[in-house]
């Protein structure tokens, strides 16, 4: 019971004694060093005086380089690509009745794969973004959602194609798509 209680008192003294070295000695957040090196430093800037303060790091230069392609940006250019393929399809000339291929087929099929591919790869890097706890009033529920059934159109607009009427189908995906892709920019 004693040994309880002095791990418990213990454990209260450690914030304690972090904060003391804060405040009279070293710092553990060196950035916080390199503007304000004493907490009276603070105090001297409230007051008009102006401490002797080191110089403040070069900006010109970023800390990091943007890499070319992330997880992130391969979800929303798979997305993109999606919806340019859709509406490329829709421009495209539609195939005769003895044709098998046509560029309108290519660019739907294109459409259904990317769309497919975004909504895998959104999943996949944003998975921990999803929650149902707030249901569909969160924008990431939303937008996936959207994106899901946006690409599923897509899948069943392929797949009715030759045989039956589909632009109606292909035409709510890609909107079902772009208002994913709206909610989220």
Do not use: C
């Amino acid at each position: 019971m004693v040994k309880r209680f002095a791990l418990m008192g213990l454990a209260m003294l450690l914030p304690v004694v972090a904060s003391a070295q804060e405040l009279f000695g070293q710092s553990i957040d060196p950035a916080h060093d390199a503007v304000w090196q004493r907490p009276w430093h603070l105090a001297a800037a409230q007051s008009g005086v102006s401490p002797a303060l080191p110089a403040a790091p070069d900006d010109s230069k970023p800390l990091f380089k943007d890499r070319w392609l992330t997880g992130n940006k391969l979800h929303q250019y798979l997305g993109i690509g999606s919806i340019a393929l859709a509406g490329l399809a829709v421009l495209a000339p539609k195939p005769g009745k003895d044709e098998n291929d046509s560029v309108h087929q290519e660019l739907a099929e294109g459409a259904a794969a990317l769309g497919g591919l975004a909504v895998a790869t959104g999943l996949g890097f944003h998975y921990d973004e999803l929650s149902l706890s707030r249901g569909f009033r969160d924008p990431d529920n939303l937008h996936a959602l959207l994106a899901a059934l946006g690409a599923l159109g897509f899948i069943a607009a392929v797949n009715e194609a030759p045989d039956g009427g589909h632009a109606g189908v292909g035409v709510i995906s890609a909107a079902a798509m772009l208002t994913a892709i709206k909610i989220t920019w």
